[in-house]
């Protein structure tokens, strides 16, 4: 019932910044957590970031910490990515991603198995 757009991708050189968005359109149901995926060509989708709307807690891929921030609007239901020092590596589709009652892990990784809803993704490259 509730679609999820991405936006703010694009191509950034190693080192800068990009901020993207996550906002949901139609019926907005109250997911409990909302999380950011990325899958490169031939790779597995992987988790990046999750954050929970109880209490705010975030979940970083190890990856990511210290250059992602997640943050979350609980009034309009829109998450966002803030990245920061990009990689090469950092290259792919962000997805994101919520589910109505799971929380987001404390350590280990996110499983795109256990959200129920998603985005189509926004491409991020990272090139000079």
């Known amino acids: 019932q509730v679609q999820l757009e991405e936006s703010g991708g694009g191509l950034v050189q190693p080192g800068g910044s990009l901020r993207l968005s996550c906002a949901a359109s139609?019926?907005?149901?109250?997911?409990?957590?909302k999380a950011w995926f990325r899958q490169a060509p031939g790779k597995e989708r992987e988790g990046v970031s999750c954050i929970n709307r109880s209490d705010g807690s975030t979940y970083y891929a190890d990856s990511v910490k210290g250059r992602f921030t997640i943050s979350r609007d609980n009034a309009k239901g829109t998450v966002y990515l803030q990245m920061n020092n990009l990689r090469p590596e950092d290259t792919a589709v962000y997805y994101c991603a919520a589910d109505a009652d799971l929380y987001c892990p404390d350590y280990g990784s996110l499983s795109p198995g256990d959200f129920s809803s998603w985005g189509q993704g926004t491409q991020v490259t990272v090139s000079s």
């Open positions: 139609g019926i907005t149901l109250d997911y409990h957590a």
